[in-house]
C-alpha cells in the first residue's frame, strides 16, 4: 500500500495490523489465546480490559517485541518479523532516557534513522511545540510533570513517523483533568498523520472516546470488537447509541 | 542552625592544626606510655624532610613512576572491566564462557598475584602494572555488570520500537544508563589500585613512592617514611577525587536534590544544586559514595 519511494512524504497511509488464531504471552506463559484481529490502515482501535488480561502482551506483540507463541501477527499482509520505526510503542511512564533533554529525546528516534543534526533539532523542536512544550525543550525528564512528560513521549513517538503508534496505557499514571486534556492532544496531533493507532487502557470513557472500535479483552481472550458511533465528540457521551455500548462494555467487562 | 560555609573552613583547618599539634607534642617531649613517640620522627623532622626531597630530582622520578603505574593499570581496568562487564551481562554466551573464570580469579587479592607477575612478565614495570590492573579491573567489572543488569527495560525496548540496533542500544541505553554504576566500582576500583601499585613497588620495584617508602624504612629513616605516606595519601586523594569529579560531572542528570540533607547549604545555593555539581554538596550529592 506504500512503497517505499514515498517513505518521507508527511502523508503515509498507516499500517494494517493484524492477528491470526495468536495464542499471546512469554514463552512458557500463555495470557491470551485465539486472537483475530484485523485494525484498519489509519482507525484509532482502543483495547479495553481488567489489568492482568494481557492487554500490553498484545501490544507487545504488535510492536514486535514479542512473538505469538502461536499463529499469526503481520503487517500489511506480511508476518512481523521484530521491532521496526514503522511501529512505535508509548508506554505508561518513565520511559524517557533520563539522561536526555526532552528535545534530545524526540531527536533519537530521528537520530537512529540518520536524520543530520540540524534537521534533527528543527523537527524534534517542532514537534515539542506541537505538544505544548517548547519551553521545557532543554529540561531533563525528572525535572518537569508526569503530564509533561507523557507529552514528550507522545512527540518521540511521533517525530520518527511511524506508521502505527501503539500505546499501553499512555495516560494511566495522570490526574483526570490531565488526561482529558492528553486525549484532545492526542486527538490533535494524531490528526493529519493518517496513523494506525492501537490504543490500551483500563478506563471504558477513554477507550470510547477515543476509538473508532473498541476491542474487549477479558477471560484469557478477545471477547469482542465494537464500533464506536461517534468517536472522539465530546457531546455524544450522552447519546442513546454511545451509553448502550458503554453498558454493553462494562457489563462484559464486569461478568 | 546553618554554619557559614567560612566558619566551617576555619573549623576544618582547626582540627587539623590540632592534630599536627598534638603530634608535634607527642614527638618532641618523647613520650612514652605504653605507645611509645620517643623513636617517632617530629612533624618538623618530617617536613624538614619534605622540604628536602621536593628540591631533588629523585622525588620527582618517583612520583611521575607510580603514576604513570596506576594511571596505565587504572585506564587498561576501566576500559576492559566496562567492556567484559557489558558483555557478561548482555550475553548468555559470555556470561558461560568467562563467568566461571571470573569467579575463581576474583576472590584472589591481587597483590598474591605478584608472584604470577614476576613468573608472567618479562619486566618488573609489566608485572606492577598487571598487578594495579587487576586489583581496580574487578571491581569496576562487578558494579558494571550489576547497573547493566538494572537497567529499566522500557528503556530498551523503546529504542527498539524506534528501529535502533544492537549498537545503537549500547551506545544510547545501556553506556549512559550504567554509568552511576560504572562509577561507583571506578572510585573502588582507583583506591584498590593504589594500595596495590604501592605494595607492589615495595615487594619488586625500582622507583615509584613505596619503593622509596620501603628503602627509607630499612636504612631507619623514619622521618621519610612518613614523607612517603603523606605523599600516597595526598597522591590518593588526588585521583579519587579527579574520578569522583568526573563521575558527578558525566551523571549530572541523575535527580540527586533528595540526597541533599536539608540545613547543610545556603538557601540560595539550593536551587542551583544540580546545575553545579562542583559546589558544596560533595560527598553527601553521590549516591556511589555508598558503595565504597
Redesign the interface.
Known sequence: MTSSSDVRSPARGGAALALHGAVLGRPGAPVVHGVDLEVAPGEILTVVGPSGCGKSTLL?TL???LSPLAGQAGQDGRPLTG???????V?QE??L????TLRANVE??LA??GVPRAERRRQAGAWLARVGLAEQARQ?P?RVSGGQRQRAQLA?ALA?APRAV?MDEPFGALDAQTRAGMQDLLVEVLHGTGATVVFVTHDVDEALFLGDRVALLGNDRLTAVRDVPRPRDRSAHDDPARVALRREVLTSLGS | MTRRPLARHVLRTLSLAAALGLWQLLTSLNVDLWLRFSQFPTVADVARTFADRLAGPDYWTDLTDSLTRILTGFLLAAVLGVATGVLVARSRLAEDLLGPVLEVVRPIPAIALVPVAILLFPSNEQGIVFITFTAAFFPVLVSTRHAVRAL?P??E????????GRW?ILG??VL??A?PGIFGGLSVGIGVSWICVISAEMISGQYGVGYRTWQDYTVVDYAGVLVGMVTIGVLGWVTSTAVELLGRRL?R???RTSYVPAGRMPRRARGTAAAVPVGPTTKEGVPHDQLV
Open positions: 507487545r510492536a514486535g517485541l521491532p521496526a520505526a514503522d511501529r512505535a510503542l508506554f518513565d520511559a532516557l533520563p539522561w536526555r533519537l528516534p537512529v534513522k531533563l525528572h518521540r520518527g501503539l | 529499566t522500557v528503556w525496548e523503546a529504542v527498539l520500537t524506534m528501529g535502533g545503537r544510547s541505553v549512559p544508563g554509568l551523571t542528570w541523575l535527580p
